[in-house]
């Protein structure tokens, strides 16, 4: 088939032709701005799931939602060497920007403050730095979200751009992404300043998206944070939704799947989003003609694999040190060796995969925790491990 008119498109956080499955979220969403810009209580948001589930598209998606009703919306991408304060700040300005506002006097005022608080390092002694330019042409505000302490000042901006977005009726949305990579001082400000903001009542919501363990981030910072957001798992695609993703573009473009051929589809991506679209991508592609066919998508799964081997497990495999590669084999062995073998996304008990090493758990905590860093493995409770990406134990087993 024509792979000029191939409909599908498999790219990190890059929208799908048909965003199936997710309309209970995106109404969810609706109500929270309506709710937020009528000064009603609502909690802000924190997306869950495994890498390749389509967070970060949802997340995109969300952010749309919130534009289309005119708010004020900026995104960040969370990294562990990165402090908070210039990511946000930038984010915030783009909020503020979006947002607009009759009186200027009033927007100057609240972007001197973001340009206050981006300046500022944190830490006691800190000093004002003007090495970086947020791009705010206004002076920096004096007094005002610049003490140094992240949780103070963040509270202090919170509260300034959300009585800005107030007078005009709006709201401003923070979204975060790989938000589990927030420090642990940010991760308690945010939270601090999450709660502040709820109990002004002030349109001020962040929209999270993050590994399986970021509920357990946020509740090792602040132990309110439970009530604090609301969290969604984002989940592999059930079995219509999942058909929908591939039939949707394919009769844009005058083209089918046989039912046997849908059948072949899922049970080769598992409904994991990122897969539905590079197995999509490679069954077009090698496809003769329309319908598609079972035998289609065995011809083309060989192709669509040796893809994801080397640029979606591949890479992160590679980033492992040998020791560590030996932890994650010893993983997916422990996964497919139980009586009942477990789905790839399924934990495993550390001691089980100490044994499997033949060493104590103790000595393998430094390539644990390496890992855990590198966000090739997750731990949502005491004990277990799993990984982050669906089907990479399988990947594994294949590699030998």
């Known amino acids: 088939m024509d792979p000029i008119r191939n409909p599908y498109a498999p790219g990190a956080g890059q929208r799908p032709p048909e965003l199936a499955g997710r309309d209970e979220q995106l109404r969810a969403f609706d109500v929270v701005l309506e709710r937020v810009a009528r000064s009603r209580p609502e ?12 967070k970060t598209v949802l ?4 952010r749309s939602a919130a534009v289309r009703k005119g708010w004020g919306t900026g995104k960040l991408e969370a990294r562990p060497d990165q402090p908070l304060r210039r990511p946000l700040s930038s984010a915030l300005h783009q909020a503020v920007r979006e947002l607009g506002h009759p009186q200027q006097d009033e927007v100057d005022q609240v972007l001197g403050v973001i340009k206050a608080f981006a300046h500022r390092e944190a830490g006691p002694g800190a000093r004002l730095k003007d090495q970086w330019n947020p791009g705010i042409d ?5 007094g005002r979200a610049d003490s140094g302490d992240i949780e103070i000042d963040l509270v202090e901006l919170f509260t300034d751009v959300g009585g800005l977005a107030a007078d005009r009726g709006l ?13 642990p001082d940010d991760v308690s400000a945010l939270c601090a300043a999450c709660h502040e903001v709820s109990q002004s009542g002030l349109p001020v919501i962040v929209v999270g998206a993050g590994l399986p363990h970021l509920p357990a981030v946020l509740s090792a910072s602040k132990s309110y944070s439970e009530r604090l957001f609301t969290y969604q798992r984002i989940d592999r695609l059930g079995r219509d939704a999942a058909d929908l993703a591939l039939t949707a573009p394919a009769a844009g473009e005058d083209a089918s799947f046989e039912d046997d051929a849908l059948a072949a589809m899922y049970a080769v991506t598992g409904g994991y989003p990122y897969f539905i679209q590079a197995y999509g991508k490679a069954v077009w592609d090698l496809a003769p003609r329309s319908p598609i066919t079972a035998a289609d998508v065995s011809v083309a799964a060989p192709e669509a694999e040796a893809e ?39 934990s495993v008990p550390t001691a089980a995969v100490a044994a ?3 060493k104590k758990p103790q000595s393998l905590s430094p390539a644990r925790d390496s890992l ?8 949502a409770e005491r004990g277990r491990i799993a990984f982050t990406v669906p089907h990479f134990g399988r990947y594994l087993r294949e590699q030998g």
């Open 43 to 54: 909690r802000s948001l924190v997306l869950t799931g495994l890498r390749g589930v389509g």
């Open 138 to 142: 206004v002076p920096a505000a004096r």
């Open 308 to 346: 994801l081997a080397v640029g979606f497990f591949g890479s992160r495999f590679e980033r492992a040190t040998p020791g560590e590669r030996d932890y994650l084999r010893a993983m997916a062995s422990v996964a497919s060796g139980l009586d009942e073998p477990l789905d790839d996304a399924d």
């Open 59 to 62: 997340l995109n998606a969300l």
């Open 372 to 379: 855990l860093k590198k966000g090739l493995i997750y731990s």
């Open 171 to 183: 709201g401003i949305a923070v979204c975060i992404d790989e938000m589990q990579d927030l420090g």
């Open 356 to 358: 499997v090493l033949g």
